[in-house]
């Protein structure tokens, strides 16, 4: 099936007036080591994307240990607009505000960017440490 371009900006149009999150997605950058204090400085990143979005749980929580510590791994799925390029895995995806509060301010690590055959949406998998 081919839609017609304006099939598919119809398409997209509908798609994103059903994304109720915002959110913004950097690439971590590596600290800095400060000579003078001699410390590691956490550098801030680079902004990959920012705009609407929608994050939902798959279901698949696990628990890990670290450390000694058991921590639970929550997966997402976060769908972004079609045109949210340059994201990679292990680029973080931060919510400034959602449907379920609990998700704002979380750092989201991107464990995979899904192809989609429409090019509709761009969609995520996601993961949050929730120790």
Same mark, same amino acid.
């Given at each position: 099936m081919t839609l017609t371009s304006s099939e598919m900006t119809r398409l997209r149009a509908d798609l994103a007036a059903t994304l109720p999150d915002q959110g913004t997605v950097t690439r971590p950058s590596a600290a800095s080591f400060d000579k003078?204090? =001699?410390?590691?400085?956490?550098?801030?990143?680079?902004?990959?994307?920012s705009g609407a979005c929608r994050v939902q749980p798959t279901g698949s929580d696990r628990v890990v240990a670290y450390g000694e510590q058991p921590i639970t791994v929550r997966s997402?799925?976060?769908? =972004?607009?079609?045109?949210? %390029?340059?994201?990679?895995?292990?680029?973080? =995806?931060?919510? +400034? +505000? +959602?449907? %379920?509060?609990?998700?704002?301010?979380?750092? =989201?690590?991107?464990?995979?960017?899904?192809? +989609?055959?429409?090019?509709?949406?761009?969609?995520?998998?996601?993961?949050?440490?929730?120790?």
């Open positions: 003078e204090t =001699l410390e590691y400085a956490e550098n801030a990143g680079t902004e990959v994307w997402y799925h976060a769908t =972004l607009p079609h045109d949210a %390029d340059g994201i990679e895995v292990d680029d973080v =995806l931060v919510l +400034s +505000s +959602s449907v %379920d509060a609990d998700l704002v301010g979380r750092a =989201l690590r991107v464990l995979d960017v899904q192809p +989609s055959s429409l090019e509709a949406a761009r969609r995520l998998l996601v993961e949050d440490q929730l120790g």
